[in-house]
């Protein structure tokens, strides 16, 4: 079992930086890949970025070039800092993890998010 604790959000005005950061306790030692999801009001929670135990990344195409994914030594932490923010990445960001059990079950584990709200 991986429990998710986010930090980090806060208002930033446009064209600012945040990073947020997400620690990962429990079973770490299970965790395959981390990433970040975000949930604008009344739309669906979308993928923002992940990264894999061996530090592939992906990014959706509306931050690419503005944010970027990465994680510590203990691949228990993430971390998403942001650049170049824009008020459409106002959304409660949620931290993510996809872990595999010795009995090969893949689980997904969420954070209970952190608000970033982008000022024009």
């Known amino acids: 079992q991986v429990q998710l604790v986010e930090s980090g959000g806060g208002l930033v005005q446009a064209g600012g930086s945040l990073r947020l950061s997400c620690v990962a306790s429990?079973?770490?030692?299970?965790?395959?890949?981390m990433g970040w999801h975000r949930q604008a009001p009344g739309n669906q929670r979308e993928l923002v970025a992940t990264?894999?135990?061996?530090?592939?990344?992906h990014y959706a195409d509306s931050v690419k070039g503005r944010f970027t994914v990465s994680r510590d030594n203990a691949k228990n932490k993430v971390y998403l800092h942001m650049a170049s923010l824009k008020p459409e990445d106002t959304a409660v960001y949620y931290c993510?993890?996809?872990?595999?059990?010795?009995?090969?079950?893949?689980?997904?584990?969420w954070g209970k998010g952190t608000l970033v709200t982008v000022s024009s």
């Open positions: 993510k993890t996809i872990s595999i059990s010795r009995f090969g079950r893949s689980t997904d584990y």
């Open positions: 429990g079973s770490t030692d299970s965790i395959k890949a």
């Open positions: 990264i894999s135990s061996a530090g592939t990344t």
